[in-house]
């Protein structure tokens, strides 16, 4: 690849410095909000979650967040759906922030919690995330 090129490729069209970078080319670099943690068991709140796919052809997950209580398996417990932040476009259903926050009010309020995890911008523009939710 010669050096103009490469130039071409690494011209920003929109430079939203902390939080991403979208490049003339079409690449995006989202500068933040990109860690994940894995669903797994939580040996503090006793909440276990795991992923679900909600839609395959969208790409819509959600991550459900379960208490491991000492109540009859048959006991019903109410349902919290929780979109995340970050402005459309940064974090998942996935980001830690989000998923210790989960554990704790599932844990502390006894409920099924459920992190959508939406298609974010700028791939995907509002109102795309509301129609995804």
Do not use: W
């Not at 990109?34 to 796919?53: A, F, G, R, W």
């Not at 909600?54 to 790409?59: A, G, L, T």
């Not at 995340?84 to 309020?109: D, R």
């Not at 995890?117 to 509301?130: G, K, L, Q, S």
Request: contains cysteine; glycine residues 4%; hydrophobic residues 35%.
């Amino acid at each position: 690849m010669d050096s103009t090129s490469s130039t071409i490729d690494d011209e920003i069209a929109v430079d939203l410095t902390p939080i991403l970078k979208l490049y003339k080319n079409g690449h995006l670099e989202r500068l933040m909000g990109e860690e994940v943690v894995p669903p797994s068991l939580d040996p503090t709140t006793n909440v276990e979650s795991k992923d679900v796919i909600i839609s395959k052809e969208h790409n819509i997950s959600a991550r459900l967040f379960i208490p491991k209580t000492t109540y009859p398996p048959t006991q019903k417990l109410p349902l919290l759906i929780y979109f995340h932040g970050g402005a459309f476009c940064i974090e998942t259903a996935f980001s830690p922030n989000y998923h210790n926050y989960l554990n704790s009010v599932t844990s502390l309020a006894n409920v099924i919690g459920v992190s959508v995890n939406y298609r974010r911008a700028p791939e995907h523009p509002v109102p795309i995330a509301y129609e995804d939710s």
